[in-house]
Each structure stands twice: as structure tokens, then as C-alpha cells.
């Protein structure tokens, strides 16, 4: 059993937790406050938020911690954000060099056998394109603004942002800014790298390298192309941030509060439309949005990023092989081809798996919270708190952390529910299922099959 227990796929489950209850302990004495006390289960929601990296908060960060408690929050996000990284990269390494994730011993023996890999080279290449990133993040936003981003929110907030946590130091989070189109790009550059993953950053890092020393050499030879899985990303992260900005656009212009001249509410726009990929920062009041733009909105951060980032959600490669079979069945395909290469069926099956799993974990949280936070209130006088709760059950699964309002009013059970939630979310259903399968026996019979009438 102890052996189990600590097996490689439970290693995060451990990490984070015991990451998240150091967290709590700092935060909820009086060093890591400012003024008001802080009771255990709001230091525990905050810790959550903050490892798992969503921004979902109880108490205004800037206003209710001190400098103390603002680190602690700081060092558990680049945590959150490192540590999902490392172990999600690691594993779709281990999946390029077909090694089945359920197989924790064929798993060691990659990593300690494997020539080419040198696990120091690996981590060392995750920390130095974070921070690189991230200092070049702070950078910038000092030197646009460095009144409002002075060198020590600067960094803050571009730790934040790459690493798609969605907690600031202002009650209004960057509400101040929404008509400064050079703070938007630079937060929205930084969520959407955070959200690419470590696989497709580094590949397109060693793109742009092997094109710098071809213009300065002056030698032209064979451009590389990218591969398959960073194709896929890169173009459907593109679709969705301009789809989703053409849809709150239009929402808004016809329905909504204006945010300002048109392109103003078209920058308010897309801004929404790439932090909904999991970031939670928000340049407009998002309970002042119309329900159209919610229900984008809702759909952008349950789709989350892509696998291996910071980013949670059911990631933007399970939207496509979802897509690829519907289209492949409207035109008679058995095969589900992306980009003129067919997807494996073992693929398929834990795209579909993650898809299910993603929906009963969505709609039991809703049900719960809809029970906690009003259970016993007349629909005539709840109308609209069933968006609100959906809205913050998938806010908090796809570890957003945008909110209408909602979080900061959640009764205790609702505060479990939400933390359960964001970890639920950032390790994601697949890895716990991993983890719950390396428990099992394998069955070495099989019952016989049998069709069933469908549809």
C-alpha cells in the first residue's frame, strides 16, 4: 500500500496538497496579514487558488495580506505553475517514447534508461524559459506604466499572468487599465504563452533560434517545420481567442453596458476572450456582461489551454479530436484525421474520457453548490443564481478564476466545494484516474460483447 501511495503518479496529488496546507499555515497567522484575521477555510481556499493556480480569491490579495503574505502567495503560484509544467511535460514526453502512463515501472525505467533524456537538462530548459519569460513580462510592464506597475507588482503580476494564476494586487484587478492597449498585449502575450505549454514554447523557441543564425550566417537551408501537436495547438488556441472575441464583441455591442468607443470594447473583447483560456485577470466587471457573453465565456474557459501548460481546462487538443470525429462522422469517416494525420483510437477514447469526466465533475459541483447557496429558495426568486453557480463551478474547474461576483459570498460548504474543484481541475481527471488505476488488478478475462441499441 505504501508503495502505491507514493508511486509516481501520485506524486503530484501529494506535492500540491502538502504545498497548499504549508500555504494555509503562512497565510493564516498574523505575518502573513494585514489587518483583518483570516479564518482556516479561506487561508485554505486562497492556498488552493494560488498553488492551482486559478485566482479565484475570498479577501482582496492586495488589501488583506501583508508584503509576507503576498509572497507566500507569489512562491505557491510559481510553484503551481513550474510544478504542473514539470509533471505534465514529463509525461507527454514519456508518451512520445510510447510508454504507457499506467505503467509506473515501465515509467522509471524510461527516465533512468533513456540516454537522450537528461532529467537535469529537462528541468533546467522549463526554468529558464519561466523565468525568462516572466522577467521580460515585468520588464515591460514597468517601463509602460511604472507608476501602476512599480518593480515589485511588475513582477507580481507578470508571474501571475504567464503563469495564468489571475491574482492582483488591485480590488479591480485591471479594470484600470482596460483602454491601454500596451498593458493589455502585454498580459495577454503573457497568458497566452503560459497557455501553450512547455512543449510547443520550447519548439518554437528552437524555430526562431535556428532563423536568427540562418539571417546572420546568411546561410539558407532546410526550414524545420513544426510538429503535428504544436500545429494543432497554436491554430486552434488562435480560433478560439479570435472566435471568442468576435462573439463577446458582438454580444456586448448589441446587448451589453458600453465599455467605451468601439475599439475600446473591441480590445475589452479580446482581452476577455484570452484570459477566459484559464488566466482570470478582467479589464470589465464580468457580472455587468450579458448572458450571451457568459455563456462564451463559459465554453472558452471549460476548453481551458493546452496540454503541458499552465493553463487547466479540458485543453484545446481534446476540443479538436472531439471536432475531428463529429466532422469525421457527418462524412463517413471511420478514421478522425487532424491536419492530414489520423488520430489514434487509445487517443480518441481519453479525449472522450476526459470530456465525460469533465461533465459529471461539472455538474455535481453545480448541484452542490446550488443546494449550499440557496437550496431553499423559490426558483421565482433565484432567477439567474444558477448561471452565477455554473459560471463559478467552471471557473473554478478550468482553475479561470473569473467570477461574477459569487466567491467572496459562498458559504463554508461552498468554499469546499470550489476548493475541490480548482484541485480537481489543475491535476486534472485524467491524472487521477492514472493514479486510481495503478491501485487495480487487471482483469485477465473479458465478458463477451453484445450490441445495443443507441440513439
Not at 506535492?15 to 496579514?33: M, N, R
Not at 543564425?213 to 488562435?238: F, M
Not at 463517413?332 to 461533465?359: D, E, H
Request: net charge neutral; aromatic share 12%.
Amino acid at each position: 500500500m505504501r508503495i502505491k501511495l507514493f508511486s509516481p503518479f501520485w506524486m503530484p496529488v501529494w506535492f500540491f496538497a502538502g504545498a497548499i496546507l504549508a500555504g494555509a499555515s503562512l497565510l493564516a497567522f498574523d505575518p502573513g496579514l494585514a489587518e483583518q484575521n483570516l479564518s482556516w477555510i479561506d487561508a485554505v481556499f486562497t492556498a488552493t487558488s494560488a498553488m492551482c493556480v486559478t485566482g479565484l480569491v475570498v479577501v482582496d490579495t492586495g488589501s488583506a495580506f501583508s508584503h509576507f503574505g503576498q509572497m507566500v502567495i507569489l512562491v505557491l503560484i510559481q510553484l503551481g505553475g513550474l510544478g504542473i509544467m514539470t509533471f505534465t511535460s514529463l509525461a507527454m514526453y514519456l508518451m512520445g517514447r510510447h510508454v504507457s502512463l499506467s505503467d509506473r515501472i515501465s515509467v522509471g525505467q524510461s527516465l533512468l534508461h533513456d540516454p537522450r533524456f537528461s532529467l537535469r537538462n529537462f528541468l533546467f530548459r522549463v526554468i529558464c524559459i519561466t523565468f525568462g519569460i516572466e522577467l521580460v513580462g515585468a520588464m515591460l510592464l514597468w517601463l509602460v506604466d511604472p507608476q501602476g506597475f512599480h518593480p515589485y507588482s511588475a513582477l507580481f503580476h507578470s508571474i501571475s499572468a504567464f503563469c495564468n494564476a489571475g491574482f492582483s494586487l488591485y480590488a479591480d484587478s485591471l479594470s484600470a487599465w482596460h483602454s491601454n492597449w500596451s498593458i493589455n498585449f502585454i498580459f495577454m502575450a503573457l497568458i497566452t504563452l503560459g497557455g501553450l505549454g512547455f512543449y510547443v514554447l520550447n519548439e518554437c523557441g528552437g524555430l526562431l533560434t535556428h532563423e536568427v543564425r540562418a539571417r546572420l550566417s546568411g546561410k539558407r537551408g532546410e526550414r524545420p517545420s513544426l510538429s503535428w501537436h504544436s500545429s494543432v495547438v497554436l491554430r486552434t488556441s488562435v480560433l478560439l481567442s479570435l472566435g471568442g472575441a468576435a462573439a463577446i464583441f458582438t454580444a456586448e455591442l448589441f446587448g451589453g453596458e458600453s465599455f467605451g468607443i468601439w475599439h475600446e470594447e473591441l480590445l475589452s473583447a479580446l482581452f476577455q476572450s484570452v484570459t477566459c483560456r484559464t488566466a482570470g485577470f478582467n479589464t470589465v466587471d464580468i457580472a455587468h456582461m450579458t448572458n450571451v457573453s457568459l455563456v462564451f465565456m463559459l465554453f472558452l474557459m471549460l476548453v481551458g489551454g493546452s496540454p503541458g501548460s499552465c493553463a487547466g481546462g479540458i485543453k484545446t487538443t481534446t476540443l479538436r479530436a472531439v471536432w475531428g470525429f463529429i466532422c469525421a462522422q457527418f462524412a463517413g469517416r471511420q478514421q478522425t484525421v487532424i491536419g492530414k494525420k489520423a488520430l489514434a483510437s487509445s487517443s480518441m477514447n481519453k479525449a472522450f474520457t476526459l470530456l465525460v469526466f469533465a461533465g459529471f465533475i461539472v455538474a455535481g459541483g453545480a448541484i452542490i453548490l446550488n443546494i449550499s447557496e440557496g437550496g431553499d429558495v423559490p426558483h421565482i426568486q433565484a432567477r439567474g443564481n444558477f448561471l452565477e453557480i455554473l459560471f463559478e463551478v467552471i471557473s473554478a474547474y478550468g482553475t479561470v478564476g473569473l467570477s461574477t461576483g459569487m466567491t467572496g459570498k459562498l458559504t463554508s460548504l461552498g468554499k469546499v466545494v470550489v476548493i475541490m474543484l480548482m484541485f480537481i481541475g489543475r491535476l486534472g481527471p485524467i491524472w487521477l484516474l492514472s493514479a486510481l488505476q495503478s491501485w487495480q488488478v487487471e482483469q485477465r478475462f473479458r465478458y463477451p460483447e453484445r450490441d445495443l441499441p443507441l440513439g
